[in-house]
């Protein structure tokens, strides 16, 4: 049997009171529960300890709901003066109300030495008597430490709501900032992938054999890519057609391309979608495309059940052999994509931080022949 999942609206006006209900229920029965040994010997649930309690949960709630904001508001606002009127009045009717139930109680059961002692040592004779220590240490007792547990509980919510809603603000900035990043992946490239297929339109099996892989790389980006996770398959299936159109497009006398995609076992597990291919893009653009000479990528992908690790190697162009025995025409150019990464690396890094957290670990080499990046994902 399935249960269906409920949502509570806690910002709805009638659930808060219902909450505020319940919450003071509890603290009733736990005063009364705690309480009636210390105070009257009465049993938890007797009527003269539910009766009483009642008498002292009335004072706190008013202090919770009236007096202390209102205290609050005046202290915060510099209103000295009122401040120390609302304080009076807090403090003096906390006392009343906290003493009227040892009135009550002398008052109906007149033989009872205990509850006439208790009156006598903590009741007031005189208006200066409300400021001594007796009805203070009476008051604070039964009043005044409630009241700072509820101040204490209503202050811990509000910092937990201020800090929820500043996290929800964040991860709708961190998901503007994804979207905004994906939609530079993804059309930066496409339009590259179309760039190699401009080449071998006129021959028929080759530009056929490369629509096919873009229309299933288009499939993929406007599908796969909009899903928060994806199964490691998936990936590396869009990763399989892009080094294929890499390999239609590049003579094998010119490029070695090695990759282990085909050995995986266990793809089930989930990536984010669209995060690896930056890599294997600035491998191709930045180091086979740019080199006049023959070039190579090797491109390992390791998993088990508790990671993927990535691994990515290419050769560069070496700038006193292959790009100096160019022409200079095609130098600058060629010049500027060995020193120029473009958007996509600083992109998968962004998104690394935004998505994954502390739960990767990224190390890039780059030397004069060969430029390296591993990727490990804790899944």
Known sequence: ?????INIDLSHKNTQIIIHIVLWLILYFLMCYLNHASLFNKKSFDKINLLINID???AIILNHYILFPVLFTSL??????KAILFGLLLYVSSVLIALFPLYYLVYN???SKEFFLKLDFFEFKSLIDVFSYKPLLWTFTFVFFWNFATILIHTAYNLYRIQKEKLEIQQERNNMELNFLRMQIQPHFLFNTLNNIYGMVLDNHLAANSVTKLSELLRFSLNGSKKEWIFLDEEIQFLTNYIDLERIRHRPEKVN???NFSTLENTKIKIKPLL???FIENAFKHGVNASVGKSWVNIQLDVDVKSIRFYIANSKPSPQGDVLSNTSIILPDIRSKIHHSGIGLENVRR???LEYFERYALTIKD??????VSLTLLV
């Open 56 to 58: 002292f949960i009335c």
């Open 257 to 259: 391309i090695t990759c």
């Open 76 to 81: 915060k606002k510099s209103k000295w003066l």
């Open 109 to 111: 059961f007149p033989n």
């Open 276 to 278: 690896l291919v930056n």
């Open 351 to 353: 998104r690394l931080e």
């Open 367 to 372: 030397t004069e022949k060969e430029y390296i």
């Open 1 to 5: 049997m399935r249960f269906k999942k």
